[in-house]
Each structure stands twice: as structure tokens, then as C-alpha cells.
């Protein structure tokens, strides 16, 4: 089982890497950041690959900073977790 601060440092480094957000740009949102549906793609790909948790990813396109989706994907991880 995955913690939840490694949980938060590779959705972090997942959404940093795909979006190319540095560090200090973390109220950045998705869109500021310039995503597209390619990159919504990408990151929820990555999440569910790396992670092991389903991102919808309309929920991309609600516009989340980086805290608001390090939150998300912690939330879906003891979600999922519970369901389990």
C-alpha cells in the first residue's frame, strides 16, 4: 500500500512534469499551465499507471491548481482504499 506522502509527491511530480510547472508555480491552474485534453490524458494516464488511482479527467477540466490535485488524487486513493 502506498502512502499518502508518496502519494502526494508523485502526483506532484506527475503534474509538474506533464504540464512542465515549476516549482513555485503551484497556484497555477490546469488551464494556466496551458493544459489540453492531451495533457488531461497524460496526467490521468500517468496517475492510474503510476499510482493506481482513476482520475476522471473531466475533473482536469474544473481548472484544479496543484494542491487542489495532489488533494483529488489523495481523496480517490482513500476512496478507492475504503472500497477495497
Known amino acids: 500500500m502506498t502512502s499518502e506522502s508518496e502519494i502526494e509527491r508523485r502526483a506532484t511530480e506527475i503534474w509538474r512534469e506533464v504540464l512542465g510547472a515549476r ?3 503551484d497556484a497555477a491552474t490546469f488551464f494556466e499551465l496551458s493544459g489540453q485534453s492531451i495533457t488531461a490524458v497524460r496526467i490521468t494516464t500517468r496517475v492510474e ?3 493506481g488511482v482513476l482520475v476522471d ?4 477540466f474544473e481548472d484544479p491548481d496543484l494542491p487542489g ?4 488524487v489523495v481523496a480517490k486513493a482513500r476512496q478507492e482504499k475504503l472500497s477495497a
Open 23 to 25: 516549482p513555485g508555480q
Open 49 to 51: 499507471d503510476e499510482i
Open 57 to 60: 479527467i473531466g475533473e482536469l
Open 69 to 72: 490535485f495532489v488533494a483529488l
